[in-house]
């Protein structure tokens, strides 16, 4: 005996939400393809001190820098990160005497609104 229940054809939405991450890497990989075969001029780069030089086109250049400086960048700010931590400044271990209580003295109580007698006393909902 078949099942009383019909199955769903396949929706496009659906399919196109459980694969978004495997279609937004195809789109920007194709991107840096056309990006490549547009920037199509010959270029050489020469590098300091003598460390040799780089014949490519201008796309590979330009994406290899940007590589190179997202690199140096991440390695940067992960020294400055593990700097700030080692001298104990930034991630809120410090002693609880220099910082101030989290609520003043001066302030009423969390449950005072619902305490309060204060406003208009016996007002209908509706």
Do not use: C, H, Q
């Amino acid at each position: 005996m078949s099942s009383p229940y019909k199955r769903r054809r396949p929706s496009v939405v659906k399919n196109f939400w459980v694969y978004r991450r495997l279609i937004a890497v195809a789109i920007v990989l194709g991107l840096l393809l056309w990006f490549i075969w547009v920037n199509s001029a010959p270029v050489t780069v020469s590098f300091p001190f003598g460390l040799g030089s780089l014949t490519s086109t201008t796309g590979l250049v330009i994406l290899l820098s940007a590589l190179v400086g997202s690199l140096t960048t991440a390695l940067t700010m992960t020294l400055f990160l593990a700097l700030r931590r080692r001298r104990g400044g930034a991630d809120g271990r410090d002693d609880d005497e220099d910082r101030p209580s989290a609520i003043p003295e001066d302030r009423p109580p969390p449950d005072y609104a619902s305490k309060a007698t204060e406003g208009f006393p016996n007002v209908p909902s509706s």
